[in-house]
């Protein structure tokens, strides 16, 4: 009897230890199914996107459950293409994108969801150094631009006017090079003062090739100029999905802000492997400085004016489009409680 009574005990634990397996089977395969993968398109590499690449490498996407794959789309329209067209979930780009596709009369509208960064992201490099600039030296010099159209351009444009420069007619403004050759043309030879990112505004400074001698992000305020946006259709059906984006998004903004630049830096290296961390860190430390990393990810009223304001000086807006028409703060509101 004794046996027997052992025997089915044994029989009894072995199939609980069976169901238990399974359960822990089924539970881990459940737990990776909930694992959301979630295609990004970012308009170029930039250290400008700093809380980003934080937000990957310190694990905050995977702490929301969400797998970011993140692909480079090197320019707005090719960046917008790629999210109208489905080959892409969020675009990181300018909100001027949204602008022109709402033109378009879009049957499904880009909406902007999250901000990234509040400050243009450029700056002002002369080919000599400058102990006292101001803006009237580059009148009658050759100024390298960006793109027509582009965020970076239409702000160089309203700072040049705020500080009475006529783009067209006081300067000679080159805006017909590709992005990705601006910087090799000004080391090349071409112009006086050229119009920079980092971190190659730094590095021309450190190879005595350039010298920032102004910012354009301090000249023109806080603006909406990088943000995370998605089809309008998508953020209905993936409301969950968008606010723990916009949480991890927060997360790596508050990181950012209270990390010291150097461990900044370290942590998105990978990114910008072939730049010195030296580099890395300064550029973190100077977009740190002017606040050009948003704390937040909302997108408010005053920014959103102000950037109708620099396009409309551009001429690149018709008319003024409502903040509520293409943005959406209740995500990151939520997230920013």
């Not at 994108?97 to 999250?114: C, K, L, M, W």
């Not at 993936?238 to 723990?244: A, F, G, I, L, R």
């Not at 830096?265 to 430390?285: G, H, K, L, N, Q």
């Amino acid at each position: 009897m004794k046996n027997k009574l052992k025997t089915s005990l044994f029989s009894l634990f072995s199939i609980i230890l069976l169901f238990s397996l399974a359960a822990c089977k089924d539970n881990g395969e459940e737990k990776k199914e909930t694992v959301k993968p979630v295609r990004v398109a970012e308009v170029t590499r930039s250290i400008f996107y700093a809380p980003q690449y934080a937000a990957i490498e310190k694990g905050f996407f995977k702490e929301e459950g969400l797998d970011i794959d993140l692909q480079t789309t090197w320019g707005g329209d090719k960046t917008m293409t790629a999210l109208l067209s489905g080959g892409a979930d969020i675009a990181l780009v300018g909100s001027e994108t949204s602008i022109y596709v709402h033109g378009q009369e879009s049957r499904d509208p880009v909406i902007n969801f999250a901000q990234l960064t509040q400050t243009d992201g450029t700056f002002l490099v002369s080919r000599k150094p400058i102990d006292n600039f101001n803006w009237d030296m580059l009148k009658d010099s050759t100024f390298l631009g960006q793109r027509k159209g582009g965020m970076p351009q239409m702000v160089g444009e309203f700072v040049l006017k705020k500080h009475d420069i006529d783009p067209k007619s006081d300067l000679n403004l080159v805006q017909n090079i590709d992005f990705a050759n601006i910087a090799s043309a000004f080391s090349s030879g071409t112009g006086e003062f050229v119009q920079l990112f980092e971190p190659q505004a730094s590095m021309f400074e450190k190879e005595g090739k350039g010298y920032i001698v102004a910012s354009f992000g301090q000249e023109s305020g806080h603006v909406p100029y990088t943000t995370f946006m998605a089809k309008q259709s998508y953020i209905k059906d993936n409301q969950d999905t968008v606010e723990k984006f916009t949480r991890a998004i927060y997360k790596a903004q508050q990181w950012v802000q209270e990390t010291d630049s150097k461990e900044v830096a370290d942590v998105i290296s990978p990114y910008f492997e072939d730049t010195d961390a030296s580099i890395i860190a300064m550029a973190v430390e100077r977009y740190k400085a002017q606040e050009s990393f948003a704390l937040d990810p909302i997108l408010d009223q005053a920014e959103w004016a102000n950037l109708q304001d620099i396009m409309k000086e551009a001429g690149e807006l018709d008319s003024f489009i409502d903040h509520q028409t293409l943005v959406d703060t209740s995500f990151a509101k939520e997230v920013s409680k």
